[in-house]
């Protein structure tokens, strides 16, 4: 019978354990960027464009969705939807002014007093990947 108790304890320890993982999953840390597979996409070149040459492109929206669920969901949240720990990318503003800050913010990133807020993917992510990222919150934008 102890055996039988003692089976049932860890059996019950083992599903909340496992309860628990993707809670610990989905803590926000320190994190890789993942890189984005952009060779679909119409190669912009070296110089930094001002606007999004991928302005409501279906597949640069696909690969955007996939690069932000990737690498800015932990924090601007599912679909853009911050859950407070970022700001919420849906009420970007629209077209060129929403593309220069944008740009600015992802590439250089934003820090104060020292504190990394968001880091830089200058030098991470090719700029057809952020641009594909800005198309796909356009898709998402609100008012």
């Given amino acids: 019978m102890e055996t039988i108790n003692r089976k049932l304890r860890m059996n019950g320890l083992a ?15 320190n994190v890789t960027p993942q890189a984005v597979d ?6 912009v ?12 492109n279906a597949e640069a929206i ?3 969705s ?20 970022a700001p919420d990318l849906r009420y970007l503003p629209t077209g060129d002014e929403g593309d220069e800050i944008f740009l600015n913010r992802i590439r250089h990133g934003s820090t ?5 807020y968001m880091p ?7 700029q057809e990947a952020m641009w ?4 796909y919150l356009e898709t998402v934008h609100e008012e």
């Fill in 112 to 116: 104060r007093g020292g504190r990394v």
């Fill in 66 to 85: 996939s690069a932000y669920n990737q690498n800015c969901a932990r924090c601007h949240g599912l679909e853009a939807i911050s859950g407070g720990i």
């Fill in 45 to 56: 070149g070296e110089d930094w464009l001002a606007s999004n040459p991928y302005r409501k």
């Fill in 15 to 29: 599903l909340v354990l496992a309860a628990l993982a993707p809670a610990a999953a989905m803590a926000h840390g």
């Fill in 62 to 64: 696909r690969i955007g």
């Fill in 38 to 43: 952009v060779s679909t996409l119409k190669p």
């Fill in 120 to 126: 830089p993917f200058e030098g991470i992510l090719q």
């Fill in 132 to 135: 594909a990222i800005r198309a």
